[in-house]
């Protein structure tokens, strides 16, 4: 089973940046999988913002985070990355990290509209946004 660990939320003001990253305990593979990025801000529902497919040669955005948030999977590094710009107050919340079965991860394809197709969950990291 995969164990997903999420790293780099912190408390940044608007406007400012972080890098969020995904990796596997136990020195397991993510190469197989395809990954979404998912949030839930305080008393809302989780929601999915962002994916990349097995290859990462396909990613697909929400509409608030397009242009500003870019997901990036690195091979050398065993890790999947969520870059965020221009932050907004909006966007503070417990940020997960979810792969998808390699048995359905499209090599040139993601989506991240249905959370149960994600089965492996990291424990998430929380970014604050505020002044």
């Known amino acids: 089973q995969l164990q997903l660990v999420e790293s780099g939320g912190d408390l940044v003001q608007p406007g400012g940046s972080l890098r969020l990253s995904c990796t596997a305990a136990?020195?397991?593979?993510?190469?197989?999988?395809?990954f979404a990025w998912f949030r839930q801000a305080p008393g809302k529902e989780r929601e999915g913002i962002v994916c990349i497919s097995k290859s990462g040669t396909f990613t697909d955005y929400a509409a608030s985070v397009k242009g500003r948030f870019t997901i990036s999977r690195d091979a050398a590094h065993n890790t999947v990355y969520l870059q965020m710009k221009d932050l907004k107050t909006e966007d503070t919340g417990n940020y997960y990290c979810?792969?998808?079965?390699?048995?359905?991860?499209?090599?040139?394809?993601?989506?991240?509209?249905?959370?149960?197709?994600?089965?492996?969950w990291g424990q998430g990291t929380q970014v604050t946004v505020s002044s």
């Open positions: 979810a792969a998808r079965p390699p048995v359905y991860s499209g090599a040139n394809y993601c989506r991240f509209a249905y959370e149960y197709e994600y089965e492996e």
């Open positions: 136990f020195g397991s593979t993510l190469s197989p999988y395809g």
